[in-house]
T-cell receptor, first 117, second 117 residues
Framework: DSGVTQTPKHLITATGQRVTLRCSPR?????VYWYQQSLDQGLQFLIQ???????AKGNILERFSAQQFPDLHSELNLSSLELGDSALYFC????????????????FGAGSRLTVL | AQKVTQAQTEISVVEKEDVTLDCVYE???????LFWYKQPPSGELVFLIR??????QNEISGRYSWNFQKSTSSFNFTITASQVVDSAVYFC??????????????FGAGTTVTVRA
């Protein structure tokens, strides 16, 4: 158990629907990252939050949004779902922003597998 | 342009054979970090090693060893005397500075290692 908790583990939904994926970071970690893993795109960085604030955006679609709450858990909202959104969505956490100590090691959750039919 | 290239898509070996995974990266930064993560069949990504750009010392950890060659921008990973439990997808990743205290992590496409008994 990595300490990063993701729910749900599996989710099957239909095109056009909206889903919310939830992530609880490892205790003490302030940064949360979302990644999408699909067969054709590999591991793609979506977005990062640090202590409730958005820090960086990667290849996140406009139909997707995320937030980090005061208790540091994060949610990734996926709307107007398309078949191509079917993927494994990972949440990862780290202690904080990388500073002089260098890049932080990410601790990944087990992922949420989304299937859009 | 691909930041991290893992040229080998799949490698299949028989137990006790050594296997080397290639990783070539591209960056203009002088300060950066390289990582290897393992994704076993269970799906969760597990951190293996982090190396900063100023430390070219090779590292050995049990049956795992890493060869960092800055001159060729390579960070190769060798599993010695492979075991069935080593079967997994292995990802190389590059962390580059995004600002004075933040980094961006880019993953390679991954190499699937299958170790047969």
């Amino acid at each position: 158990d990595s300490g990063v908790t993701q729910t749900p583990k599996h989710l099957i939904t239909a095109t056009g629907q909206r889903v919310t994926l939830r992530c609880s970071p490892r205790s003490g970690d302030l940064s949360v990252y979302w990644y999408q893993q699909s067969l054709d795109q590999g591991l793609q960085f979506l977005i990062q939050y640090y202590n409730g604030e958005e820090r960086a955006k990667g290849n996140i679609l406009e139909r997707f949004s995320a937030q980090q709450f005061p208790d540091l858990h994060s949610e990734l909202n996926l709307s107007s779902l398309e078949l191509g959104d079917s993927a494994l969505y990972f949440c990862a956490s780290s202690v904080g922003l990388a500073g002089f100590a260098g890049a932080n090691v990410l601790t990944f959750g087990a992922g949420s597998r989304l299937t859009v039919l | 342009a691909q930041k991290v290239t893992q040229a080998q898509t799949e490698i299949s070996v028989v137990e006790k054979e050594d296997v080397t995974l290639d990783c070539v990266y591209e960056t203009r930064d002088t300060t950066y970090y390289l990582f290897w993560y393992k994704q076993p069949p269970s799906g969760e990504l597990v951190f293996l090693i982090r190396r900063n750009s100023f430390d070219e010392q090779n590292e050995i950890s049990g049956r795992y060893s890493w060869n960092f060659q800055k001159s060729t921008s390579s960070f190769n990973f060798t599993i010695t005397a492979s075991q069935v439990v080593d079967s997994a997808v292995y990802f190389c990743a590059l962390s580059e500075p995004r600002s004075s205290n933040d980094y961006k992590l880019s993953f390679g496409a991954g190499t699937t290692v299958t170790v047969r008994a």
